[in-house]
């Protein structure tokens, strides 16, 4: 979707903000599980990028909650985790989760992953972790900001100021100098659950382009997005082989009208649709790329169900033992 075709106005984003209700706790669901990072310690390291800021808006009402500018940076405070040091010369590896703030199991995954798996593969390896970029986007159980900007279509300093995107840009830039050399691989946690035949119209008819629940396909699986300038060319494929094990894989021939590649999706470099994306900001900063997308709604649990969460762990480290193996 081109930013220039916008056909909303400062009207329409607070007609969709005054539909918005609080429907999970930033505080109680991701803070406090961060909290229990800091008091461990040892090689995770949690620090703090920032708070979100209302910006233009001198308050925000959600839920018959108002808040002011103080309330919405004191309830909105950015946190990621470095794991290891990444000056040693041992790969380095980014994880984001959270971009899109309903989709909970890449926030989930992220989180576990720092909670049983990073400090034990630090002995290889060096991480840069976001649980959860986009905190009122996850308490609101929605794809974008409270000014109805997409996160994943901010990662460009050409747009507008998106904080949620561009502070997670210049830790990576600064973290990039700091390192002295390129990431080795970074991943973007999503899902593609039921409730995008809600959000994706409007979404769609914001620029322009007219769109139906029914015109919306959820893939019946897992799939992952690898950046076509992917330096390893078979890490996708290794990571699709361990996921598989944990859950189905989507066996759509098409979706969004790219070739699935038994649950591969390549990333056309030049794809106007693509420009601003968290991937291909990461692309520029690390030799692999990829972004997960899970049907969460395949099982039978809730969404954020263990499996999703899993299969979110499971690229992970998937892409570490592909790394190890080599």
């Known amino acids: 979707m081109n930013p220039k075709k916008d056909n909303w106005n400062e009207s329409d984003k607070q007609k969709w903000l ?25 090689a995770v390291k949690v620090k703090n990028y920032g708070r979100l800021s209302l910006q ?74 976001f649980p ?25 300093r050409s747009k507008p100021y998106v904080p949620e995107a561009q502070l997670v840009m210049d830790v990576v830039e600064e973290a990039h100098s700091r390192a002295g050399c390129d990431f080795c691989a970074t991943v973007d946690l999503h899902e593609t659950p039921d409730r995008d035949k809600v959000l994706m119209p409007l979404q769609y008819q914001r620029y322009g382009i007219e769109m139906s629940a029914d015109d919306i396909l959820i893939p ?63 692309k520029t900063k690390a030799d692999n790329s990829f972004t997960t997308e899970i049907y969460p709604e395949i099982h039978p649990e809730p969404r954020g169900s263990q499996e999703a969460i899993a299969a979110q762990r499971t690229t992970i480290l998937g892409i570490l033992d592909f790394l190890e193996n080599q």
């Open 132 to 156: 959860c970029i986009s905190p009122f986007a996850y308490e609101v159980n929605q794809r974008w900001t409270h000014d109805a900007w997409d996160p994943n279509r901010s990662f460009d």
């Open 220 to 282: 019946n699986g897992y799939y992952l997005i690898a950046h076509s300038a992917n330096q390893s060319k078979g890490m996708a494929r290794h990571i699709i082989d361990k996921v598989k094990q944990v859950t189905p894989i989507a066996p759509d021939k098409e979706i969004q009208g790219d070739k699935n590649n038994d649950g591969v999706i390549v990333l056309a470099e030049d794809s106007v649709t693509h420009q601003g994306l968290n991937q291909s900001f990461m």
């Open 56 to 129: 233009n808006r001198e308050s925000l009402r959600i839920s018959e909650i108002s808040l002011s500018t103080d309330d919405y940076s004191d309830r909105y405070p950015l946190y990621y985790a470095e794991v290891g040091d990444i000056t040693n010369g041992k790969p380095n590896i980014i994880v984001t989760g959270g971009t899109h703030g309903y989709e909970e199991s890449g926030v989930y995954g992220a989180l576990e992953f720092l909670e049983k798996d990073a400090s034990r593969k630090v002995d290889k390896f060096n991480f840069l972790v």
């Open 18 to 42: 005054a539909k918005q209700t609080f429907q999970r706790s930033y505080k109680d669901q991701v803070l406090s599980r961060i909290e229990r990072l800091k008091r461990v310690g040892g």
